[in-house]
């Protein structure tokens, strides 16, 4: 039995849980998520908890079985509190800004970097070296995290770059340290 798909989801107030045939409907005070579930798995609503169980022991029911657990969960957290990512933006002349529905940010390159944000997502700036990016969907948080630091992977020797702000960058000593 899966350690992790076993687990029952507690429901905090105010948040409705639907399911149909293949879609899971989740709607709270944030907002509202859908996300379609496979047969090899079923679904059920007490009064304030759900319980994931799979119906067979076949290799993808088993597997399915704690990735929909897991995602049910990721979705009731997200539409009664919502997920925050922070990036930190280390560098000389290095700065981040939101105007409108654009991310401007200056990191070094010749040109000013525009970062659409997607309508999901809402990303604001503290100051001109943090960057927070908060949203009710786990995974459309993380990727625009992911890809606005990849328009400047920290490096190891001066550090500069977008990082997350509970990373920690490996530093090298370069070619003078070693004599």
Excluded: W
Excluded at 86 to 92: F, K, Q, R, T, Y
Excluded at 100 to 106: G, P, S, T
């Amino acid at each position: 039995m899966s350690r992790i798909g076993k687990l029952p989801i507690e429901i905090p107030q105010g948040v409705k849980v639907n399911i149909s045939a293949d879609l899971i409907t989740v709607e709270g005070p944030k907002g509202k998520l859908t996300q379609g579930y496979k047969p090899e798995v079923t679904i059920k609503v007490g009064k304030n908890e759900v319980v994931v169980d799979r119906i067979n022991d076949s290799k993808s029911a088993r597997s399915f079985h704690g990735l929909y657990r897991q995602l049910l969960r990721n979705m009731i957290i997200g539409v009664s509190q919502g997920f925050t990512n922070s990036l930190i933006v280390n560098g000389v002349g290095y700065r981040a800004e939101v105007n409108k529905d654009v991310l401007l940010l200056n990191l070094g390159y010749s040109t000013q970097i525009e970062y659409v944000i997607n309508k999901d997502v809402t990303i604001t700036c503290e100051g001109q070296n943090k960057i927070i990016v908060s949203g009710i969907d786990k995974q459309k948080v993380g990727q625009t995290c992911a890809e606005i630091r990849s328009l400047r992977v920290p490096e190891p020797y001066k550090g500069k770059g977008i990082r997350y702000e509970n990373e920690s960058i490996r530093r090298k000593i370069g070619k003078s340290g070693i004599k």
